[in-house]
């Protein structure tokens, strides 16, 4: 993968400076962490979506935000940063899409954070 396609999908700047600081390994267990949690996050956005509860759908698109940002996975945090702003104008027409990107793309991009990581260990 390219780094233009690689930094579409990880917040490279961040990642290097979190390896300069902690170590590519140390940085390592907290995605396996986050991996371990993922599952219930996604999990708690989908049940808020399927049940209406819009407020729910956004608190928890916060706290998904703010736990993907911490790793460095830029478009999940990109998407959930949009899912938790139930007050914009676009939200009731494209929180169906952003909550699918959540979806569609959040083991694959957790895939690739991994190994970016184990390539800097």
Not at 32 to 60: H, I, R
Not at 101 to 113: K, M, N, Y
Request: glycine content about 8%; aromatic content about 6%.
């Amino acid at each position: 993968m390219s780094v233009t396609q690689l930094d579409a999908i990880l917040d490279l700047n961040t990642l290097e400076q979190y390896i300069s600081a902690i170590g590519a390994g140390t940085l390592l267990k907290s995605v396996v962490l986050f991996e371990q949690l993922m599952p219930e996050y996604v999990g708690s956005l989908v049940k808020a979506n399927d049940a209406g509860d819009k407020e729910t759908l956004c608190s928890e698109a916060h706290k998904f935000k703010g736990a993907a940002g911490s790793v460095g996975l830029k478009r999940i945090q990109q998407f959930a940063q949009l899912l938790q702003h139930g007050e914009e104008v676009q939200w009731d027409a494209e929180h169906k899409v952003w909550l699918a990107g959540i979806v569609e793309h959040a083991e694959r991009d957790l895939q690739q954070l991994k190994l970016f990581l184990e390539a800097k260990a």
